[in-house]
């Protein structure tokens, strides 16, 4: 079974970074794709970013430029790189795995979820 554990959350202000990290235990995470969602107080949980098995990468056109994700198989972690970060990405953030996943924008693709973490960006 795969354990995912997200951390690098936080208060920032607008304009500023956070690094947040996805890692991984119980499997070898290698062959996993990996998205980071967030959700907002009253909003349905949204795809931020994904990165598939082979390290291709997708993002949301809300953070395209200023969010990267990369992964790191022999520490087990993904991350998400966040600059330029505006009030609007306040959300609890959450990272999710797919085996052999391509790096799909879908919640329902993916099988694995973390517990998520609060990132909070004041203006």
């Known amino acids: 079974q795969l354990q995912l554990v997200e951390s690098g959350g936080g208060l920032v202000q607008a304009g500023g970074s956070l690094r947040l990290s996805c890692a991984a235990s119980?499997?070898?995470?290698?062959?996993?794709?990996t998205g980071w969602f967030r959700q907002a107080p009253g909003k349905e949980r949204e795809f931020v970013a994904a990165?598939?098995?082979?390290?291709?990468?997708y993002y949301a056109d809300s953070v395209k430029g200023r969010f990267t994700i990369s992964r790191d198989n022999a520490k087990n972690t993904v991350s998400l790189q966040m600059n330029s970060l505006k009030p609007e990405d306040t959300a609890v953030y959450y990272c999710?795995?797919?085996?052999?996943?391509?790096?799909?924008?879908?919640?329902?693709?993916?099988?694995?979820w973390g517990q998520g973490t609060q990132v909070t960006v004041s203006s």
């Open positions: 990165i598939s098995w082979r390290s291709n990468t």
């Open positions: 999710a795995a797919q085996n052999y996943g391509l790096g799909s924008r879908a919640r329902y693709e993916y099988g694995y």
């Open positions: 119980g499997r070898t995470f290698s062959s996993y794709a």
